[in-house]
Nanobody
């Protein structure tokens, strides 16, 4: 099971750090993807991190503002989000895949329930 936390309401320009914690399995064996879904829009990939943390990927619109990291000793992956914009408002999800780095959305084995991020003044 994956559980996201850390969402909330923040003003434009603010920061949030999302966490993705695993229970029942060792997260360090999985590649992790972060996704988001805004109201009325399709879910989109935001960032990926490989199981060792050696490879990362970012959606172009978050490059330079978001940073993905992981602490395998704590069985947790993080998404640090800085300089947040209203367009970042969405439900954010993490997903885990044991084999591939940044696979298509449908290939992930485990999903969290999502955490709401709202960027508004």
């Amino acid at each position: 099971q994956l559980v996201e936390s850390g969402g909330g309401l923040v003003q434009p320009g603010g920061s949030l750090r999302l966490s993705c914690a695993a229970s029942g399995f060792t997260l360090g064996k999985f590649n992790i993807g972060w996704f988001r879904q805004a109201p009325g829009k399709e879910r989109q990939g935001v960032s990926c991190i490989s199981s060792t943390g050696g490879n990362t990927w970012y959606l172009g619109s978050v490059q330079g503002r978001f940073t993905v990291s992981r602490d395998n000793a704590k069985n947790t992956v993080y998404l640090q989000m800085n300089s947040l914009k209203p367009d970042d408002t969405a439900v954010y999800y993490c997903a885990a895949d044991p084999f591939y780095f940044c696979p298509p959305e449908g290939e992930y084995d485990y999903w969290g329930q999502g955490t709401q991020v709202t960027v508004s003044s």
